[in-house]
T-cell receptor, first 116, second 116 residues
Framework: AQSVTQLDSQVPVFEEAPVELRCNYSSSVSVYLFWYVQYPNQGLQLLLKYLSGSTLVKGINGFEAEFNKSQTSFHLRKPSVHISDTAEYFCAVTGGVLSGTYKYIFGTGTRLKVLA | DAGITQSPRYKITETGRQVTLMCHQTWSHSYMFWYRQDLGHGLRLIYYSAAADITDKGEVPDGYVVSRSKTENFPLTLESATRSQTSVYFC???????????????FGNGTRLTVT
């Protein structure tokens, strides 16, 4: 079975400061990892994904994440946040169809609050 | 325009009534999913489907029924609604996902269901 843990339910940070949102996963098979962002009263949008290759992946809006297989982590980072980054962020994992586990499992989310 | 559409956007129903949430996608994606989003729980998978006439239970399937007679539609039915099913429901779809494919999860805008 797969699972995702987002340790921080809320992260307040001042504008232009760096931020890291933590995500740890558990899986017995190879995984694909994702970060999604949800703005108020909207659906979820893909921020970035790790499928294979380089462990450092870059996404939209200046976000990046690093896949660390030994620590089973996929932390999200941004060097300088803006007020507009205030949203809820979800980490997700799937094994993909080739592993027979194509369902996507999400973490409980981290609310990022950017302060002026 | 290609996309994934959920209807209705908002629904109020009474305890014990049957209600169906609709989901339609135009990408011809094989995989479709239903999630519910609740504060403190993130997104929890209710049911998913790999193709027409193939469905599987997710993490929280009790009280829900799904069908998939056509690839593009994946309705979710609450047979006898309860207050605990008050939630925001998201439908999502995905194509084949693997190192050579690039079709992650796409979400609809959600249905906010209130059971009184």
């Amino acid at each position: 079975a797969q699972s995702v843990t987002q340790l921080d339910s809320q992260v307040p940070v001042f504008e232009e400061a760096p931020v890291e949102l933590r995500c740890n996963y558990s899986s017995s098979v190879s995984v694909y990892l994702f970060w999604y962002v949800q703005y108020p009263n909207q659906g979820l949008q893909l921020l970035l994904k790790y499928l294979s290759g380089s462990t450092l992946v870059k996404g939209i809006n200046g976000f990046e994440a690093e896949f660390n297989k030994s620590q089973t982590s996929f932390h999200l980072r941004k060097p300088s946040v803006h007020i507009s980054d205030t949203a809820e962020y979800f980490c997700a994992v799937t094994g993909g169809v080739l592993s027979g586990t194509y369902k996507y499992i999400f973490g409980t989310g981290t609310r990022l609050k950017v302060l002026a | 325009d290609a996309g994934i559409t959920q209807s209705p956007r908002y629904k109020i129903t009474e305890t014990g009534r049957q209600v169906t949430l609709m989901c339609h996608q135009t990408w011809s994606h094989s995989y479709m999913f239903w999630y519910r989003q609740d504060l403190g729980h993130g997104l929890r998978l209710i049911y998913y489907s790999a193709a027409a006439d193939i469905t599987d239970k997710g993490e929280v399937p009790d009280g829900y029924v799904v069908s998939r007679s056509k690839t593009e539609n994946f309705p979710l039915t609450l047979e006898s609604a309860t207050r605990s099913q008050t939630s925001v429901y998201f439908c999502a779809s995905s194509g084949v996902l693997g190192a050579d494919h690039n079709s992650p999860l796409h979400f609809g805008n959600g249905t906010r269901l209130t059971v009184t």
